[in-house]
């Protein structure tokens, strides 16, 4: 039937009427009306007669002998589902019960004899309105149905596909606890977090512009550049620096991506920190006392181009048993009936009362439950301790080769100049090098350490002449790293010269690692000497390198250090 | 009108004024205050005095303006805005951006 002429469309219109001048004289006015017209005696009739033929409009007699119109506008009603089918009842009763009781049948309108041709014609029109609409309604309410469906299959692909991506890292590790929503990359919130080759642990807590598919689609990239440069060796700054430019290439102008990163090393104590537009997380003391926030101080990723973006860090101290604590702004941001919001003042006030650092989760959950009635569905919380280094020891690395081609004799010597040093880390270059050594990958996490080390010594306590007792006490601590930074831009003359040499050795083979600088030197036998109580944050360096590596030595007053990695023949 | 856009006199000053909260659902119109103008003016000013709430995506719409305007080149003030928005746009780093008093 054609949409145009819906007005004058012909219905199909069954009258139930068991008196048979009525019957007629109904039939006669309907037709006239264009319709066509079905017609039964009496209840049971007109209930057959509309299982067969599915009329549009149904006119009822209320009292007709076998069944009567009440019965039959309930069957009718039954039969007809979720579809609206107008029932008119045709009566002579006037009084209010009757008209009630027509009504609570599941009639919808009634016609009082005698029968007005006029009348009838403007029901049965507003009728079929009715029906209409109602039609329309079940029919948007399908396919709104059939979208969602799609839709929750689309998100639930797309999730299982971005699960593999994201879950590849450490988010099982024993230290971390988080809570996330499980849609909640759809809400733009992504947690990531892996181990460096050094065993140190790179984690990014990050938040999307916007909600649905467009905050999820920066995520799959994001989460690419965070695993493959953490699993390099790159250090937090080169990351941040190519997520930045990735996100700057890709994402449109209005969208971008809060931040917080962190790079923890567990090994020396210390926690690097670049957050940029995400809430305050924290540094919670051991044993109570003032949570040390980790303020934002950048524009978010994917703002700024490559030469203006800040990859500025700042490096805390920790202390065993000390967590971290990170957020989404969907805690501080949850707000009640009156717009007011959580705010980080309450979040403060329950981790000041938090006394079992288990149920902190619970505890913050229970305050927005409290301060809302009903917390939102993309809060992110993750909680870090600082542990002993062994007990977060990274995972197994899968080489693809086989080892056969593994070279075994040769030496290399890089020299490093003020320039590089300036805006350059070699040291993911280094690792990569010395990975094709498969005698030393199972003292891969060991190699990385010491590399790591010896260099980060070369360049602060021998290029830039950074005193190490400035890292003594926790509150030295900032300015040490502030004056490494300024230094380091101020840098003109110096270098590190890094020697490595591999040679056979019985029937397998030995690494040797010289890292010489053009700094002071310093007084090996006295760091050496102190105990490791009164070493505090700066002596841990040489004893770690002590510790980890066969062989440790220091010459030319401390300008060159000597390491040496051995290992055995291979199965 | 939640968005009101004036053009100073001159031509040279363009004022868009957000009342309410400031979030995704005022996308559509906050553009229209910019876009299809005659002449780009010289500078922008974002008024947010009766704006009760902002949201990262409204942060994303200020990114769009501050780019219609002519990115590192462009002069885009948000002036009035209350502590609580002020607070969003001091986490994000926005006075990096754009000169918020």
């Given at each position: 039937?054609?949409?145009?002429c819906?007005?004058?469309?012909?219905?199909?219109?069954l009258?139930?009427?068991?008196?048979?001048?009525?019957?007629?004289?109904?039939?006669?006015?309907v037709?006239?009306?264009?319709?066509?017209?079905?017609?039964?005696?009496?209840?049971?009739?007109?209930?057959?007669?509309f299982?067969?033929?599915?009329?549009?409009v149904?006119?009822?007699?209320?009292?007709?002998?076998?069944?009567?119109?009440f019965?039959?506008a309930?069957?009718?009603?039954?039969?007809?589902?979720?579809?609206l089918?107008?029932?008119?009842?045709?009566?002579?009763?006037?009084?209010?019960?009757?008209?009630?009781?027509?009504?609570?049948?599941?009639?919808?309108?009634?016609l009082?004899?005698?029968?007005?041709p006029?009348?009838l014609?403007?029901?049965i029109?507003?009728?079929?309105?009715l029906?209409?609409?109602q039609a329309?309604?079940?029919?948007?309410?399908?396919?709104?149905?059939r979208?969602?469906?799609?839709l929750?299959?689309?998100?639930?692909?797309?999730?299982?596909?971005f699960?593999?991506?994201?879950h590849a890292?450490?988010?099982?590790a024993?230290?971390?606890?988080?809570?996330q929503?499980?849609?909640?990359?759809?809400?733009?919130?992504?947690?990531?977090?892996?181990?460096?080759?050094?065993?140190?642990?790179?984690?990014?807590?990050?938040?999307?512009?916007g909600h649905?598919?467009?905050?999820a689609?920066g995520?799959?990239?994001?989460?690419?550049?965070?695993?493959?440069?953490t699993a390099?060796?790159?250090?937090?700054?080169?990351?941040?620096?190519?997520m930045?430019?990735?996100?700057?290439?890709?994402?449109?102008?209005?969208?971008?991506?809060?931040?917080?990163?962190?790079?923890l090393?567990?090994?020396?104590?210390?926690?690097?920190?670049?957050?940029?537009?995400m809430?305050?997380?924290?540094?919670?003391?051991?044993?109570?006392?003032?949570?040390?926030?980790l303020?934002?101080?950048?524009?978010?990723l994917?703002?700024?181009?490559p030469?203006?973006?800040?990859?500025?860090?700042?490096?805390?101290?920790?202390?065993?048993?000390?967590?971290?604590?990170l957020?989404?702004?969907?805690?501080?941001?949850?707000?009640?009936?009156?717009d007011?919001?959580?705010?980080?003042?309450?979040?403060?006030?329950?981790?000041?009362?938090?006394r079992?650092?288990?149920?902190?989760f619970?505890?913050?959950?229970?305050?927005?439950?409290?301060f809302?009635?009903?917390?939102?569905d993309?809060v992110s919380?993750?909680?870090?301790?600082?542990?002993?280094?062994?007990?977060?020891?990274?995972?197994?690395v899968?080489?693809?080769?086989?080892?056969?081609?593994?070279p075994?004799?040769?030496?290399?010597?890089?020299?490093?100049?003020?320039?590089t040093?300036?805006?350059f880390?070699?040291?993911?270059y280094?690792?990569?090098?010395?990975q094709?050594?498969?005698?030393?990958?199972?003292?891969?996490?060991?190699l990385?350490?010491?590399?790591?080390?010896?260099?980060?010594?070369?360049?602060?306590?021998?290029?830039?002449?950074?005193?190490?007792?400035?890292?003594?006490?926790?509150?030295?601590?900032?300015?040490y790293y502030?004056?490494?930074?300024?230094?380091?831009?101020?840098?003109?003359?110096?270098?590190?010269?890094?020697?490595?040499?591999?040679?056979?050795?019985g029937?397998?083979?030995?690494?040797?690692?010289?890292?010489?600088?053009?700094?002071?030197?310093?007084?090996?036998?006295?760091?050496?000497?102190?105990?490791?109580?009164e070493?505090?944050?700066?002596?841990?360096?040489?004893?770690l390198?002590?510790?980890?590596?066969?062989?440790?030595e220091?010459?030319?007053?401390?300008?060159?250090?000597?390491?040496?990695?051995?290992?055995?023949?291979?199965? | 009108?939640a968005?009101e856009?004036?053009?100073?006199?001159?031509?040279?000053?363009?004022?868009?004024k957000?009342?309410?909260?400031?979030?995704?659902?005022?996308?559509?119109?906050?553009?229209?205050?910019?876009?299809?103008?005659?002449?780009?003016?010289?500078?922008?000013?974002v008024?947010?005095?009766?704006?009760t709430?902002?949201?990262?995506s409204a942060?994303?719409?200020?990114?769009?303006?501050?780019?219609?305007?002519?990115?590192?080149?462009s002069?885009?003030r948000?002036?009035n805005?209350?502590?609580?928005v002020?607070?969003i746009?001091?986490?994000?780093?926005f006075?990096?951006?754009?000169?918020?008093?």
């Amino acid at each position: 039937m054609n949409q145009v002429c819906a007005d004058v469309e012909a219905l199909s219109v069954l009258i139930a009427e068991d008196g048979a001048a009525d019957r007629l004289l109904l039939a006669t006015i309907v037709r006239k009306q264009g319709h066509q017209v079905l017609t039964a005696e009496n209840g049971e009739q007109a209930v057959a007669l509309f299982a067969e033929r599915r009329p549009h409009v149904v006119l009822l007699d209320a009292m007709m002998p076998v069944m009567d119109g009440f019965e039959a506008a309930r069957q009718i009603k039954a039969l007809a589902g979720e579809a609206l089918v107008p029932i008119i009842f045709l009566t002579s009763l006037s009084e209010e019960q009757a008209l009630v009781r027509c009504l609570e049948a599941g009639g919808d309108d009634f016609l009082a004899k005698p029968y007005s041709p006029v009348i009838l014609a403007a029901k049965i029109k507003a009728m079929d309105r009715l029906r209409r609409l109602q039609a329309t309604v079940l029919e948007q309410r399908d396919q709104i149905a059939r979208h969602h469906n799609h839709l929750l299959n689309e998100q639930r692909v797309a999730k299982a596909v971005f699960d593999q991506v994201a879950h590849a890292g450490c988010l099982s590790a024993p230290n971390i606890r988080y809570l996330q929503s499980p849609y909640a990359l759809f809400n733009g919130d992504l947690l990531l977090a892996a181990y460096t080759p050094a065993g140190d642990m790179h984690v990014l807590l990050g938040d999307f512009t916007g909600h649905g598919l467009p905050a999820a689609v920066g995520a799959m990239p994001l989460a690419e550049v965070f695993y493959g440069m953490t699993a390099k060796g790159y250090g937090l700054a080169e990351t941040l620096r190519e997520m930045n430019a990735k996100l700057k290439r890709i994402l449109p102008v209005d969208m971008f991506c809060c931040a917080l990163l962190l790079n923890l090393s567990f090994q020396r104590r210390v926690v690097e920190v670049w957050n940029g537009g995400m809430p305050d997380g924290y540094l919670l003391p051991a044993s109570g006392g003032e949570p040390q926030p980790l303020v934002s101080r950048h524009l978010p990723l994917g703002i700024l181009a490559p030469e203006q973006f800040d990859d500025t860090t700042e490096v805390l101290p920790l202390a065993l048993g000390e967590r971290l604590f990170l957020l989404s702004d969907g805690v501080v941001d949850t707000s009640d009936e009156n717009d007011q919001l959580f705010g980080v003042e309450r979040l403060r006030r329950v981790l000041a009362a938090n006394r079992q650092p288990a149920l902190l989760f619970e505890e913050v959950l229970q305050a927005l439950d409290g301060f809302r009635g009903r917390s939102r569905d993309d809060v992110s919380l993750l909680d870090i301790e600082v542990v002993e280094p062994q007990l977060s020891s990274p995972l197994p690395v899968i080489y693809s080769d086989s080892g056969q081609s593994s070279p075994l004799d040769w030496s290399l010597q890089f020299e490093f100049r003020a320039e590089t040093l300036k805006r350059f880390n070699p040291l993911p270059y280094l690792q990569q090098l010395l990975q094709e050594i498969h005698g030393l990958r199972a003292q891969g996490g060991a190699l990385h350490s010491v590399l790591t080390e010896l260099y980060s010594n070369a360049l602060e306590h021998g290029v830039l002449g950074l005193d190490s007792a400035l890292k003594r006490d926790a509150r030295s601590f900032a300015s040490y790293y502030q004056m490494r930074n300024e230094r380091l831009q101020a840098l003109s003359a110096g270098f590190i010269r890094v020697h490595l040499r591999v040679e056979p050795l019985g029937q397998g083979g030995r690494l040797i690692i010289e890292v010489e600088d053009s700094g002071k030197g310093f007084n090996v036998s006295k760091v050496l000497a102190r105990p490791v109580s009164e070493q505090g944050l700066c002596g841990r360096g040489l004893n770690l390198v002590r510790r980890l590596s066969r062989r440790a030595e220091w010459a030319d007053e401390g300008r060159r250090a000597c390491v040496e990695f051995a290992w055995e023949a291979q199965a | 009108m939640a968005v009101e856009s004036v053009v100073s006199q001159d031509g040279k000053k363009l004022t868009i004024k957000v009342k309410g909260r400031f979030d995704f659902g005022k996308h559509q119109e906050f553009r229209n205050a910019y876009e299809h103008k005659p002449a780009r003016p010289d500078s922008v000013v974002v008024d947010l005095k009766e704006a009760t709430y902002l949201d990262s995506s409204a942060l994303g719409m200020l990114l769009l303006l501050r780019d219609h305007a002519g990115g590192d080149e462009s002069d885009v003030r948000v002036v009035n805005a209350s502590s609580d928005v002020r607070k969003i746009l001091a986490i994000s780093n926005f006075d990096k951006l754009f000169d918020i008093s």
